[in-house]
């Protein structure tokens, strides 16, 4: 048996979350997203309240399933700073095995800034540090003896991502992917097969696709026709998540709840949907989980506040074949 059930590979950064009642919401079309936060340039503008925690879609997922009761690891790069005994703290304190740490000496530990609307939505600002350039030569010199990897955007390209891809699932080793979208390329669509699970958000599939973000039925369509991961999930925000595969389209429902900061927001639904899949849950359940995790954590300052403690009443989150 595998020492580990999941080891999370990607970023570790350290989330200064920032909040304005002064932050303005514009509506723009040259934003893919058509909106931004923006504030006067050449001011200053007052913050009504901030909130540093640990982030990175590696350490975030791994303390999400180590949550749950499973044995969790996590590859991260960190520098040798004050922060990173703040990434290390939380690992720790969460009961993530740190023994996959690459600590790089006289580097500087990934940071971001999160500016926070009044709505719950954000702008990241990223300083990827140390966290961009992991690579197969660093993986495969550690300790990797896992059922699952939960692969995060390791900071390169989709070349980059893909020789880890390939190496690990030589090894038997199952792949949950949720790629940064500079790893996304409509050229390397044969090259999903090896993905058991690959989970985007409605940016990143509009992306690959070359499809508006409005048109979600063409994107879906897209995604089961031409991507050949074994599965796709596709989170759009509160109007919920799609599970995507050959056969089958399955939409979940999400619910109203006041956001605080959607800052780990599809981390959580994807560790929550992995570990479902793990504990052998059907389609519909799995992203019930997945929703209700993220659903949680968007309620709580940061990351790692929220992670669900049950997934009981999951009945009110609706599922539909499509």
């Not at 999400?64 to 922060?83: M, P, Y």
């Not at 939960?150 to 992917?177: P, Q, R």
């Amino acid at each position: 048996m595998p020492q580990f059930d999941v080891i999370s590979i990607g970023a570790a950064t350290i989330d200064t979350i920032v909040k304005s009642k002064d932050f303005k919401l514009v509506k723009n079309a040259e934003f893919n997203t058509g909106m931004a936060i923006c504030e006067m340039y050449g001011s200053k503008t007052e913050l009504d309240d901030f909130f540093v925690s640990s982030g990175g879609g590696a350490t975030n997922s791994a303390c999400s399933l180590s949550h749950f009761g499973l044995k969790t690891n996590c590859i991260s790069a960190i520098g040798n700073d004050v922060f990173s005994e703040f990434i290390y703290d939380d690992l720790t304190k969460f009961g993530v095995d740190t023994q996959n740490l690459i600590i790089k000496k006289g580097e500087k530990t990934a940071f971001s800034v999160i500016l926070t609307a009044p709505d719950g939505g954000r702008t990241v600002l990223v300083y990827r540090g140390v966290s961009k350039g992991l690579n197969l030569e660093q993986i495969k010199n550690l300790n990797i003896d896992t059922t699952w990897v939960y692969l995060t955007n390791l900071g390169l390209t989709s070349k980059n991502a893909f020789e880890v891809i390939d190496y690990l699932t030589n090894k038997g080793i199952k792949i949950f992917w949720n790629p940064g979208i500079n790893e996304l390329n409509t050229k390397d669509l044969a090259n999903f097969k090896n993905i058991e699970i690959l989970s985007l958000n409605i940016e990143e599939a509009a992306h690959l696709s070359g499809i508006k973000m409005d048109d979600t039925k063409q994107i879906i369509k897209f995604l089961a026709e031409k991507v050949t991961a074994k599965t796709i999930l596709l989170t759009l925000g509160e109007k919920g998540a799609f599970y995507i595969n050959k056969k089958n389209v399955v939409h979940c429902s999400s619910l109203k709840v006041k956001v605080e900061n959607t800052v780990g927001a599809g981390d959580a639904f994807g560790s929550g949907f992995l570990y479902a899949r793990i504990k052998n849950q059907t389609p519909e359940e799995s992203l019930k989980w997945g929703i209700k995790n993220s659903l949680s954590v968007i309620q709580k300052p940061g990351a790692k506040e929220g992670f669900a403690t049950n997934f009981e009443g999951t009945e009110k989150l609706l599922t539909k074949s499509l």
